[in-house]
Protein backbone atom coordinates (compact mmCIF):
# COMPACT_ATOMS: atom_id res chain seq x y z
CA UNK A 1 0.00 0.00 0.00
CA UNK A 2 1.07 3.55 -0.72
CA UNK A 3 1.94 5.95 1.80
CA UNK A 4 -0.33 8.43 2.56
CA UNK A 5 0.47 11.42 1.09
CA UNK A 6 0.60 14.79 2.64
CA UNK A 7 -2.41 17.08 2.17
CA UNK A 8 -1.63 19.43 -0.57
CA UNK A 9 -2.23 22.97 -0.43
CA UNK A 10 -5.35 23.48 -2.83
CA UNK A 11 -6.91 21.17 -0.66
CA UNK A 12 -6.52 22.81 2.28
CA UNK A 13 -7.46 26.13 0.87
CA UNK A 14 -10.42 24.45 -0.55
CA UNK A 15 -11.98 23.82 3.08
CA UNK A 16 -10.72 27.31 3.99
CA UNK A 17 -13.11 28.69 1.51
CA UNK A 18 -15.82 26.45 2.10
CA UNK A 19 -15.88 27.93 5.97
CA UNK A 20 -15.72 31.40 4.84
CA UNK A 21 -18.04 30.93 2.03
CA UNK A 22 -21.14 29.72 4.79
CA UNK A 23 -19.88 31.58 7.71
CA UNK A 24 -20.46 34.80 5.73
CA UNK A 25 -24.24 33.63 4.85
CA UNK A 26 -24.96 32.95 7.92
CA UNK A 27 -23.58 36.10 9.90
CA UNK A 28 -25.80 37.60 7.22
CA UNK A 29 -29.07 35.67 8.68
CA UNK A 30 -31.37 37.28 11.11
CA UNK A 31 -32.99 35.55 13.90
CA UNK A 32 -36.61 34.04 12.21
CA UNK A 33 -39.71 32.78 13.74
CA UNK A 34 -38.73 29.90 16.16
CA UNK A 35 -35.77 31.34 17.20
CA UNK A 36 -37.75 34.29 18.53
CA UNK A 37 -40.09 31.71 20.10
CA UNK A 38 -37.07 29.35 21.51
CA UNK A 39 -35.20 32.82 22.50
CA UNK A 40 -38.31 33.57 25.52
CA UNK A 41 -38.19 30.40 26.77
CA UNK A 42 -34.56 30.42 26.89
CA UNK A 43 -33.56 33.34 28.73
CA UNK A 44 -35.69 32.22 31.51
CA UNK A 45 -32.95 29.67 32.69
CA UNK A 46 -30.42 31.28 35.16
CA UNK A 47 -28.47 27.42 34.81
CA UNK A 48 -27.54 24.28 33.16
CA UNK A 49 -30.09 22.82 35.31
CA UNK A 50 -33.00 24.69 33.60
CA UNK A 51 -32.52 24.25 30.48
CA UNK A 52 -32.32 20.28 31.04
CA UNK A 53 -35.79 21.01 32.73
CA UNK A 54 -36.72 22.92 29.72
CA UNK A 55 -35.90 20.22 27.28
CA UNK A 56 -37.59 17.21 29.08
CA UNK A 57 -40.92 19.63 29.07
CA UNK A 58 -40.71 19.75 25.71
CA UNK A 59 -39.70 15.48 25.23
CA UNK A 60 -43.34 15.25 27.08
CA UNK A 61 -45.52 17.34 25.33
CA UNK A 62 -44.00 18.13 22.04
CA UNK A 63 -41.27 16.31 20.05
CA UNK A 64 -38.34 13.66 21.22
CA UNK A 65 -35.88 15.41 19.32
CA UNK A 66 -33.55 16.53 22.54
CA UNK A 67 -29.89 16.32 21.62
CA UNK A 68 -31.30 19.03 18.60
CA UNK A 69 -33.70 21.33 20.40
CA UNK A 70 -30.94 21.02 23.50
CA UNK A 71 -28.08 22.38 21.24
CA UNK A 72 -30.12 25.18 20.43
CA UNK A 73 -30.83 26.46 23.77
CA UNK A 74 -27.05 26.33 24.08
CA UNK A 75 -26.43 27.98 21.27
CA UNK A 76 -29.56 30.98 21.84
CA UNK A 77 -27.63 31.58 25.30
CA UNK A 78 -24.23 32.25 23.52
CA UNK A 79 -23.85 35.44 21.21
CA UNK A 80 -25.25 34.69 17.42
CA UNK A 81 -21.82 34.39 16.44
CA UNK A 82 -20.93 31.88 18.16
CA UNK A 83 -23.61 29.43 16.74
CA UNK A 84 -22.21 30.74 13.14
CA UNK A 85 -18.49 30.27 14.28
CA UNK A 86 -19.37 26.78 15.30
CA UNK A 87 -22.07 25.93 12.60
CA UNK A 88 -19.88 26.80 9.71
CA UNK A 89 -17.58 24.30 11.43
CA UNK A 90 -20.45 21.70 11.31
CA UNK A 91 -21.13 22.44 7.67
CA UNK A 92 -17.83 22.13 6.78
CA UNK A 93 -17.27 19.39 8.94
CA UNK A 94 -20.22 17.53 6.91
CA UNK A 95 -18.85 17.80 3.32
CA UNK A 96 -15.63 16.52 4.96
CA UNK A 97 -17.20 13.59 5.94
CA UNK A 98 -19.46 12.85 2.76
CA UNK A 99 -15.60 13.39 0.76
CA UNK A 100 -14.17 10.37 3.10
CA UNK A 101 -16.97 8.43 2.41
CA UNK A 102 -17.30 8.86 -1.48
CA UNK A 103 -13.34 9.32 -2.03
CA UNK A 104 -11.71 6.54 0.12
CA UNK A 105 -8.03 6.97 -1.48
CA UNK A 106 -4.83 7.08 -0.13
CA UNK A 107 -4.61 10.76 -2.12
CA UNK A 108 -6.68 14.02 -1.86
CA UNK A 109 -8.62 14.87 -4.44
CA UNK A 110 -9.45 19.30 -4.47
CA UNK A 111 -11.66 18.62 -7.77
CA UNK A 112 -13.56 15.81 -5.61
CA UNK A 113 -14.10 18.03 -2.53
CA UNK A 114 -15.38 20.99 -4.72
CA UNK A 115 -18.21 18.67 -5.88
CA UNK A 116 -19.42 17.72 -2.81
CA UNK A 117 -19.63 21.33 -1.43
CA UNK A 118 -20.92 22.38 -4.74
CA UNK A 119 -24.02 20.13 -4.69
CA UNK A 120 -24.60 20.96 -0.77
CA UNK A 121 -24.95 24.19 -1.91
CA UNK A 122 -27.05 24.10 -5.00
CA UNK A 123 -29.02 20.61 -4.13
CA UNK A 124 -29.31 20.90 -0.37
CA UNK A 125 -33.21 20.66 0.07
CA UNK A 126 -34.87 23.98 1.57
CA UNK A 127 -31.12 25.23 2.30
CA UNK A 128 -32.15 28.52 4.22
CA UNK A 129 -34.39 26.84 6.76
CA UNK A 130 -31.99 23.40 6.96
CA UNK A 131 -28.43 25.13 7.07
CA UNK A 132 -28.97 29.32 7.80
CA UNK A 133 -31.93 29.03 9.89
CA UNK A 134 -30.47 28.69 13.45
CA UNK A 135 -33.57 26.43 14.94
CA UNK A 136 -33.61 24.30 11.35
CA UNK A 137 -29.51 23.95 11.39
CA UNK A 138 -29.43 22.78 15.03
CA UNK A 139 -31.67 19.57 14.07
CA UNK A 140 -30.97 18.98 9.93
CA UNK A 141 -27.28 20.47 9.91
CA UNK A 142 -25.66 19.61 13.01
CA UNK A 143 -28.20 16.14 12.68
CA UNK A 144 -26.44 15.00 9.66
CA UNK A 145 -22.99 16.66 11.06
CA UNK A 146 -22.86 13.70 13.85
CA UNK A 147 -24.89 10.67 11.58
CA UNK A 148 -21.85 11.51 9.45
CA UNK A 149 -19.43 11.11 12.04
CA UNK A 150 -20.63 7.86 13.24
CA UNK A 151 -20.98 6.55 9.78
CA UNK A 152 -17.83 7.85 8.75
CA UNK A 153 -16.04 6.64 12.58
CA UNK A 154 -17.87 3.14 12.05
CA UNK A 155 -16.52 2.55 8.47
CA UNK A 156 -12.94 3.58 9.68
CA UNK A 157 -13.68 1.01 12.50
CA UNK A 158 -14.49 -1.71 10.07
CA UNK A 159 -11.26 -1.07 7.79
CA UNK A 160 -9.23 -1.41 10.89
CA UNK A 161 -11.05 -3.39 13.21
CA UNK A 162 -8.47 -4.10 15.90
CA UNK A 163 -9.31 -1.33 18.07
CA UNK A 164 -8.52 -0.13 21.66
CA UNK A 165 -11.24 0.37 24.78
CA UNK A 166 -11.00 3.87 24.04
CA UNK A 167 -12.88 3.82 20.65
CA UNK A 168 -15.25 1.63 21.89
CA UNK A 169 -16.25 4.14 24.46
CA UNK A 170 -16.29 7.20 22.17
CA UNK A 171 -17.86 5.25 19.27
CA UNK A 172 -20.62 3.97 21.38
CA UNK A 173 -21.42 7.45 22.63
CA UNK A 174 -21.43 8.83 19.48
CA UNK A 175 -23.49 6.30 18.22
CA UNK A 176 -25.69 7.17 21.02
CA UNK A 177 -25.74 11.18 20.06
CA UNK A 178 -26.84 10.42 16.74
CA UNK A 179 -29.27 8.13 17.04
CA UNK A 180 -31.07 10.68 19.13
CA UNK A 181 -30.96 13.66 16.82
CA UNK A 182 -33.74 12.95 13.75
CA UNK A 183 -35.92 10.53 13.11
CA UNK A 184 -35.47 9.44 9.58
CA UNK A 185 -32.08 10.83 8.79
CA UNK A 186 -30.73 9.10 12.41
CA UNK A 187 -32.97 5.73 10.96
CA UNK A 188 -31.05 6.39 7.63
CA UNK A 189 -27.59 6.53 9.57
CA UNK A 190 -28.50 3.05 11.70
CA UNK A 191 -29.16 1.62 8.26
CA UNK A 192 -25.90 2.16 6.66
CA UNK A 193 -23.96 1.17 9.32
CA UNK A 194 -25.81 -1.84 9.69
CA UNK A 195 -25.19 -2.61 6.25
CA UNK A 196 -21.95 -2.24 6.38
CA UNK A 197 -21.59 -4.70 9.63
CA UNK A 198 -23.26 -7.41 7.39
CA UNK A 199 -20.87 -7.21 4.44
CA UNK A 200 -18.04 -6.83 6.42
CA UNK A 201 -19.04 -9.85 8.70
CA UNK A 202 -19.41 -11.67 5.04
CA UNK A 203 -16.18 -10.11 3.49
CA UNK A 204 -14.57 -11.92 6.56
CA UNK A 205 -15.78 -15.64 5.88
CA UNK A 206 -15.53 -16.37 10.28
CA UNK A 207 -19.25 -15.91 10.95
CA UNK A 208 -19.45 -13.57 14.20
CA UNK A 209 -16.18 -14.24 15.43
CA UNK A 210 -14.77 -11.31 13.07
CA UNK A 211 -17.07 -9.06 15.16
CA UNK A 212 -15.55 -6.71 18.36
CA UNK A 213 -17.03 -5.37 21.35
CA UNK A 214 -17.26 -1.83 19.89
CA UNK A 215 -19.16 -3.25 16.69
CA UNK A 216 -22.03 -3.95 18.64
CA UNK A 217 -22.20 -1.51 21.14
CA UNK A 218 -21.97 1.36 18.97
CA UNK A 219 -25.33 0.13 17.26
CA UNK A 220 -26.90 -0.75 20.43
CA UNK A 221 -26.61 2.22 21.72
CA UNK A 222 -28.01 4.20 18.54
CA UNK A 223 -31.21 1.62 18.15
CA UNK A 224 -31.68 2.53 21.79
CA UNK A 225 -31.36 6.32 21.90
CA UNK A 226 -33.38 6.26 18.71
CA UNK A 227 -35.94 4.10 20.57
CA UNK A 228 -35.96 7.14 23.37
CA UNK A 229 -36.66 9.60 20.60
CA UNK A 230 -39.68 8.21 18.76
CA UNK A 231 -41.13 7.23 22.26
CA UNK A 232 -41.15 10.66 23.47
CA UNK A 233 -44.69 11.57 24.94
CA UNK A 234 -44.88 14.63 22.88
CA UNK A 235 -44.21 13.33 19.55
CA UNK A 236 -48.34 11.93 20.26
CA UNK A 237 -49.26 15.24 21.45
CA UNK A 238 -47.63 17.07 17.96
CA UNK A 239 -49.27 14.48 15.68
CA UNK A 240 -52.55 15.20 17.07
CA UNK A 241 -52.14 18.81 15.62
CA UNK A 242 -51.82 16.96 12.47
CA UNK A 243 -54.97 16.32 10.20
CA UNK A 244 -55.30 14.21 6.98
CA UNK A 245 -58.36 13.36 4.15
CA UNK A 246 -57.69 9.71 4.50
CA UNK A 247 -56.67 7.11 6.27
CA UNK A 248 -55.42 3.33 6.46
CA UNK A 249 -53.81 2.72 3.18
CA UNK A 250 -55.47 5.37 1.39
CA UNK A 251 -53.79 7.11 3.81
CA UNK A 252 -50.69 5.69 3.69
CA UNK A 253 -50.19 5.68 -0.07
CA UNK A 254 -51.46 9.43 0.08
CA UNK A 255 -48.18 9.70 1.89
CA UNK A 256 -46.05 8.12 -0.01
CA UNK A 257 -47.55 9.53 -3.43
CA UNK A 258 -46.75 13.13 -1.52
CA UNK A 259 -43.21 11.97 -0.57
CA UNK A 260 -42.41 10.74 -4.30
CA UNK A 261 -43.71 14.43 -5.52
CA UNK A 262 -41.18 15.74 -2.75
CA UNK A 263 -38.43 13.38 -4.29
CA UNK A 264 -39.03 14.64 -7.98
CA UNK A 265 -39.00 18.24 -6.79
CA UNK A 266 -35.64 18.32 -4.53
CA UNK A 267 -33.52 15.41 -5.76
CA UNK A 268 -34.22 15.11 -9.33
CA UNK A 269 -30.86 16.31 -10.22
CA UNK A 270 -28.91 14.04 -8.07
CA UNK A 271 -31.02 11.05 -9.05
CA UNK A 272 -30.10 12.15 -12.66
CA UNK A 273 -26.67 12.41 -11.90
CA UNK A 274 -26.27 8.81 -10.33
CA UNK A 275 -28.30 7.24 -13.64
CA UNK A 276 -25.73 8.95 -16.28
CA UNK A 277 -23.03 8.22 -13.88
CA UNK A 278 -23.86 4.94 -13.20
CA UNK A 279 -24.41 4.51 -17.12
CA UNK A 280 -20.63 5.82 -17.69
CA UNK A 281 -19.08 3.48 -15.18
CA UNK A 282 -21.01 0.37 -16.87
CA UNK A 283 -19.56 1.63 -20.21
CA UNK A 284 -16.21 1.39 -18.71
CA UNK A 285 -16.82 -1.79 -17.61
CA UNK A 286 -17.53 -1.34 -13.55
CA UNK A 287 -19.22 -4.09 -12.34
CA UNK A 288 -22.06 -3.26 -10.31
CA UNK A 289 -21.01 -5.67 -7.55
CA UNK A 290 -17.97 -3.59 -7.03
CA UNK A 291 -20.39 -0.51 -6.08
CA UNK A 292 -22.05 -2.17 -3.28
CA UNK A 293 -21.33 0.85 -0.93
CA UNK A 294 -23.30 3.34 -3.57
CA UNK A 295 -25.88 1.18 -3.16
CA UNK A 296 -26.15 1.49 0.57
CA UNK A 297 -26.05 4.59 0.88
CA UNK A 298 -28.30 5.03 -2.21
CA UNK A 299 -31.21 2.78 -0.47
CA UNK A 300 -30.52 4.50 2.86
CA UNK A 301 -31.67 7.73 0.91
CA UNK A 302 -34.70 6.36 0.01
CA UNK A 303 -35.55 4.75 2.99
CA UNK A 304 -34.81 8.21 4.73
CA UNK A 305 -37.33 9.07 2.71
CA UNK A 306 -39.96 6.92 2.62
CA UNK A 307 -39.43 6.55 6.28
CA UNK A 308 -41.72 9.96 6.48
CA UNK A 309 -44.45 7.92 5.15
CA UNK A 310 -45.40 6.94 9.08
CA UNK A 311 -46.21 10.16 10.03
CA UNK A 312 -49.44 12.51 8.98
CA UNK A 313 -47.11 15.48 7.49
CA UNK A 314 -43.61 16.51 6.20
CA UNK A 315 -41.67 19.36 5.53
CA UNK A 316 -39.87 19.60 2.67
CA UNK A 317 -36.51 20.29 5.05
CA UNK A 318 -37.10 16.89 7.13
CA UNK A 319 -35.62 15.60 3.49
CA UNK A 320 -31.97 16.60 3.73
CA UNK A 321 -30.03 14.01 5.31
CA UNK A 322 -31.60 12.02 2.69
CA UNK A 323 -29.78 14.61 0.40
CA UNK A 324 -26.61 14.19 2.06
CA UNK A 325 -26.52 10.72 1.64
CA UNK A 326 -27.36 10.83 -2.35
CA UNK A 327 -24.52 13.03 -2.57
CA UNK A 328 -22.14 10.60 -1.29
CA UNK A 329 -23.57 8.68 -4.22
CA UNK A 330 -23.12 11.10 -6.55
CA UNK A 331 -19.47 12.17 -5.37
CA UNK A 332 -18.35 8.72 -4.81
CA UNK A 333 -19.43 7.68 -8.55
CA UNK A 334 -17.85 11.01 -9.77
CA UNK A 335 -14.18 9.74 -8.49
CA UNK A 336 -14.82 6.32 -9.71
CA UNK A 337 -14.71 7.57 -13.13
CA UNK A 338 -11.46 6.29 -15.48
CA UNK A 339 -9.96 9.30 -16.77
CA UNK A 340 -7.61 7.86 -18.93
CA UNK A 341 -9.45 8.93 -21.78
CA UNK A 342 -8.53 12.80 -22.33
CA UNK A 343 -11.97 13.70 -23.11
CA UNK A 344 -13.22 12.30 -20.27
CA UNK A 345 -10.68 13.72 -17.44
CA UNK A 346 -12.17 17.22 -20.16
CA UNK A 347 -15.74 16.90 -19.11
CA UNK A 348 -14.87 15.98 -15.79
CA UNK A 349 -12.66 19.17 -15.11
CA UNK A 350 -15.34 21.28 -17.29
CA UNK A 351 -18.52 20.09 -15.71
CA UNK A 352 -17.07 20.93 -11.81
CA UNK A 353 -15.48 24.62 -13.34
CA UNK A 354 -18.50 25.18 -15.08
CA UNK A 355 -20.82 24.14 -11.57
CA UNK A 356 -18.18 26.50 -9.58
CA UNK A 357 -18.76 29.55 -12.18
CA UNK A 358 -22.07 29.59 -12.07
CA UNK A 359 -21.96 29.27 -7.94
CA UNK A 360 -19.80 32.02 -8.03
CA UNK A 361 -21.88 34.42 -9.43
CA UNK A 362 -25.35 33.07 -7.05
CA UNK A 363 -22.98 33.84 -4.46
CA UNK A 364 -22.28 37.09 -5.14
CA UNK A 365 -25.71 38.27 -5.89
CA UNK A 366 -27.24 36.36 -3.27
CA UNK A 367 -24.76 37.82 -0.78
CA UNK A 368 -25.90 40.89 -1.95
CA UNK A 369 -29.44 40.14 -1.04
CA UNK A 370 -28.78 38.93 2.03
CA UNK A 371 -27.32 41.91 3.38
CA UNK A 372 -29.31 43.88 2.66
CA UNK A 373 -32.11 41.81 4.14
CA UNK A 374 -29.87 41.96 7.04
CA UNK A 375 -29.94 45.72 7.09
CA UNK A 376 -33.34 45.95 7.38
CA UNK A 377 -34.16 43.13 9.56
CA UNK A 378 -31.40 45.05 11.86
CA UNK A 379 -33.35 47.96 11.53
CA UNK A 380 -36.85 46.90 12.40
CA UNK A 381 -35.52 45.28 15.76
CA UNK A 382 -33.77 48.39 16.65
CA UNK A 383 -37.25 50.38 15.80
CA UNK A 384 -39.40 48.03 17.96
CA UNK A 385 -36.97 48.47 20.62
CA UNK A 386 -37.40 52.10 20.27
CA UNK A 387 -41.29 52.13 20.41
CA UNK A 388 -40.89 50.01 23.74
CA UNK A 389 -38.61 52.21 25.67
CA UNK A 390 -40.97 55.40 24.60
CA UNK A 391 -44.06 53.39 25.96
CA UNK A 392 -45.86 51.58 23.36
CA UNK A 393 -47.11 48.25 23.72
CA UNK A 394 -48.68 48.05 20.38
CA UNK A 395 -46.20 48.72 18.10
CA UNK A 396 -45.88 48.26 14.35
CA UNK A 397 -43.21 47.37 12.14
CA UNK A 398 -42.15 47.61 8.59
CA UNK A 399 -42.32 44.21 6.20
CA UNK A 400 -39.20 43.58 4.39
CA UNK A 401 -38.43 44.41 0.64
CA UNK A 402 -39.44 41.90 -1.45
CA UNK A 403 -37.23 42.23 -4.42
CA UNK A 404 -34.27 41.51 -1.90
CA UNK A 405 -35.20 37.25 -1.80
CA UNK A 406 -33.44 34.67 -3.06
CA UNK A 407 -32.64 30.76 -2.64
CA UNK A 408 -30.44 31.85 0.35
CA UNK A 409 -32.69 33.18 2.73
CA UNK A 410 -36.05 32.09 4.77
CA UNK A 411 -36.72 35.72 6.09
CA UNK A 412 -40.04 35.96 3.52
CA UNK A 413 -41.34 32.40 3.98
CA UNK A 414 -41.31 33.32 7.81
CA UNK A 415 -42.33 37.07 7.18
CA UNK A 416 -44.64 39.16 9.70
CA UNK A 417 -48.28 40.03 8.16
CA UNK A 418 -50.73 43.15 9.02
CA UNK A 419 -52.10 41.34 11.17
CA UNK A 420 -51.59 41.34 14.97
CA UNK A 421 -52.34 37.51 15.91
CA UNK A 422 -50.88 36.04 12.92
CA UNK A 423 -47.78 33.56 14.70
CA UNK A 424 -45.12 35.36 13.23
CA UNK A 425 -46.35 38.39 14.80
CA UNK A 426 -46.48 36.72 17.58
CA UNK A 427 -43.17 35.88 18.38
CA UNK A 428 -42.13 38.99 18.03
CA UNK A 429 -44.55 40.00 20.46
CA UNK A 430 -43.26 37.72 23.27
CA UNK A 431 -39.70 38.45 22.49
CA UNK A 432 -39.98 41.87 23.41
CA UNK A 433 -42.72 41.97 25.77
CA UNK A 434 -45.13 44.01 23.91
CA UNK A 435 -49.32 43.54 23.66
CA UNK A 436 -48.74 43.37 19.68
CA UNK A 437 -46.61 43.85 17.00
CA UNK A 438 -48.02 44.83 12.99
CA UNK A 439 -46.54 44.52 9.97
CA UNK A 440 -46.27 48.13 7.94
CA UNK A 441 -46.04 49.18 4.54
CA UNK A 442 -42.59 50.71 4.31
CA UNK A 443 -42.13 54.37 4.60
CA UNK A 444 -40.01 54.35 0.91
CA UNK A 445 -38.92 51.55 -1.87
CA UNK A 446 -34.99 52.33 -1.68
CA UNK A 447 -32.97 49.25 -2.50
Known amino acids: MMEKKKIPVTFVAA ?102 QLLM ?32 AYRAGLNAPHRKWLFTVLITVLGFVAGWFNENTSAGGIFICAAFLILYVKDQGRGTK ?16 FL ?6 GNKIRASFSEENHSGLYGMAARVQKLTLKVNDNFFVLLSLTVLLFAVLKAQGILMKSLRAEFVFLIAGFLTVYSLS ?64 YRESSARLS ?38 EYWVNVAYAEYFGADSVTGVPRADSED
Open 15 to 116: VAAAYVAILVFMLLTPMLTDDFSYSVIVRKASSLGDLIAQERDQYMNWTGRSMAHFLLRLFLKAPHPVFCILSAGAFTGLSVFIYMNAFRRESYDTRAFLLI
Open 121 to 152: WLTGVSFPQTVLWETGACTYLWGSFVIMAFVT
Open 210 to 225: ALRPWMISSLVSSCLS
Open 228 to 233: IMISAP
Open 310 to 373: AVASTEDRALFGAGMFLIVVVASLYSRIDEKDVLIKALKNASVCIALMYFFFLYLDSGADLARI
Open 383 to 420: SIEEQMAGGERDVTAEFLHTEFDNPYTAAYESEITDDP
